[in-house]
T-cell receptor, first 114, second 114 residues
Framework: GENVEQHPSTLSVQEGDSAVIKCTYSDSASNYFPWYKQELGKRPQLIIDIRSNVGEKKDQRIAVTLNKTAKHFSLHITETQPEDSAVYFC?????????????FGKGTHLIIQP | KAGVTQTPRYLIKTRGQQVTLSCSPISGHRSVSWYQQTPGQGLQFLFEYFSETQRNKGNFPGRFSGRQFSNSRSEMNVSTLELGDSALYLCASQLRTEITYEQYFGPGTRLTVT
């Protein structure tokens, strides 16, 4: 089955700096890659996603890039703010997260230092 | 639209008992997936229901089962509870069309097995 590796497990950055979280996947048939943000005690919240026919997608301060050849994708957060502090999860799926479910990475705890 | 709802939010059970958790998806969404979240294993796919049919199941023992009703509400059941079943159980709602892949999570049910 699919295996998703996520790095780093903890990332501490100064407020205003950029943060990058990287994930690799094993199944070349995977075609959908969402990112979720989970604050302490809250539900995972979808923040951005990308499909395999697209190399990059941007939404304000957040961007995701996908390299299908290398089977890795990354989350980029620019101009980080205190409210960006949370655990971020990457995921992959072959059927758009449908019947086969999402396979998640272990998460990255992002800490924004004031 | 109302978001995904789950009941109960917290449960304490004794080893050997069984438990039933409920999930109501976003109105109009026909797919419900269930995930288990633990500190050690992270987020793991349990199973997915679409139009009252289980489409796929993750790598969990047969003690974990579920069902979906005609109004898309879903329940999951865990029989003969073990200490290791203590976790946050999340359901995710999906419209499930050829062009919409997004999954939206409910707040979860925190199950503690003593």
């Amino acid at each position: 089955g699919e295996n998703v590796e996520q790095h780093p497990s903890t990332l501490s950055v100064q407020e205003g700096d950029s943060a990058v979280i990287k994930c690799t996947y094993s199944d070349s048939a995977s075609n959908y890659f969402p990112w979720y943000k989970q604050e302490l005690g809250k539900r995972p919240q979808l923040i951005i996603d990308i499909r395999s026919n697209v190399g990059e997608k941007k939404d304000q301060r957040i961007a995701v890039t996908l390299n299908k050849t290398a089977k890795h994708f990354s989350l980029h957060i620019t101009e980080t703010q205190p409210e960006d502090s949370a655990v971020y999860f990457c995921a992959a799926s072959k059927t758009g997260g449908g019947a086969d479910g999402l396979t998640f990475g272990k998460g990255t705890h992002l800490i924004i230092q004031p | 639209k109302a978001g995904v709802t789950q009941t109960p939010r917290y449960l304490i059970k004794t080893r050997g008992q069984q438990v039933t958790l409920s999930c109501s998806p976003i109105s109009g969404h026909r797919s419900v997936s269930w995930y288990q979240q633990t500190p050690g294993q992270g987020l793991q796919f349990l199973f997915e229901y679409f139009s009252e049919t289980q489409r796929n199941k993750g790598n969990f023992p047969g003690r974990f089962s579920g069902r979906q009703f005609s109004n898309s509400r879903s329940e999951m059941n865990v029989s003969t509870l073990e200490l290791g079943d203590s976790a946050l159980y999340l359901c995710a709602s999906q419209l499930r069309t050829e062009i919409t892949y997004e999954q939206y999570f409910g707040p979860g049910t925190r199950l503690t097995v003593t």
